[in-house]
T-cell receptor, first 113, second 112 residues
Framework: AQSVTQPDIHITVSEGASLELRCNYS??????LFWYVQSPGQGLQLLLK??????LVQGIKGFEAEFKRSQSSFNLRKPSVHWSDAAEYFC???????????FGTGTLLAVQP | DTAVSQTPKYLVTQMGNDKSIKCEQN?????MYWYKQDSKKFLKIMFS???????INETVPNRFSPKSPDKAHLNLHINSLELGDSAVYFC???????????FGSGTRLTVV
């Protein structure tokens, strides 16, 4: 079965510190991979995506993610976190003809001043 | 100009009532979706329509019925509402999987 794992339910970082949010997927082939952010009371905003090519992808708001096939991972990173980055972050994958987007369970990011 | 818009944003209703949530996208996408986000923030797909044709129908109670009058609209009708239906419902659209989905801002349904 298709699955996406985000091992960290809740992460707290200090403002200005670096951030890495983990995501692992289980598939035989490379799926399309996405990171979405959900601010409190808001909808989901696409941060970045990967489907082929360069394994390091740049997104909006200074985020980047690296696809590592050997580790089945697609971790999200940011070199310096801002207080406004506090939100829920979801990793997601699409595979198959039905274009079904499957989400991980999310990681809640808190930013300390 | 909102790309994917849902109405209403908030919906409070009593058990047993019937309610509808409307969704419209102006992106020209061919496929639209309904997702349910539960109290633990878990997002699960419910339905997907491609050009007015149902293509994904997950294990959802048949009290939930999607309707797509045209490819820009996908409405969700819920009969005989139950307490467990309380959640945030998101509409989304996509052109194809490689571009990702564009989500609406959600409808928070509270059944009392």
């Amino acid at each position: 079965a298709q699955s996406v794992t985000q091992p960290d339910i809740h992460i707290t970082v200090s403002e200005g510190a670096s951030l890495e949010l983990r995501c692992n997927y289980s598939y035989g082939a490379t799926p399309y991979l996405f990171w979405y952010v959900q601010s409190p009371g808001q909808g989901l905003q696409l941060l970045l995506k990967y489907f082929s090519g360069d394994t390091l992808v740049q997104g909006i708001k200074g985020f980047e993610a690296e696809f590592k096939r050997s580790q089945s991972s697609f971790n999200l990173r940011k070199p310096s976190v801002h207080w406004s980055d506090a939100a829920e972050y979801f990793c997601a994958v699409v595979r198959g003809a039905t274009n079904k987007l499957i989400f991980g369970t999310g990681t809640l990011l808190a930013v300390q001043p | 100009d909102t790309a994917v818009s849902q109405t209403p944003k908030y919906l409070v209703t009593q058990m047993g009532n019937d309610k509808s949530i409307k969704c419209e996208q102006n992106l020209g996408h061919d496929t639209m979706y309904w997702y349910k986000q539960d109290s633990k923030k878990f997002l699960k797909i419910m339905f997907s329509y491609n050009n007015k044709e149902l293509i994904i129908n997950e294990t959802v109670p048949n009290r939930f019925s999607p309707k797509s009058p045209d490819k820009a609209h996908l409405n969700l009708h819920i009969n005989s509402l139950e307490l467990g239906d309380s959640a945030v419902y998101f509409c989304a659209s996509s052109q194809d999987s490689g571009y990702g989905y564009t989500f609406g801002s959600g409808t928070r349904l509270t059944v009392v």
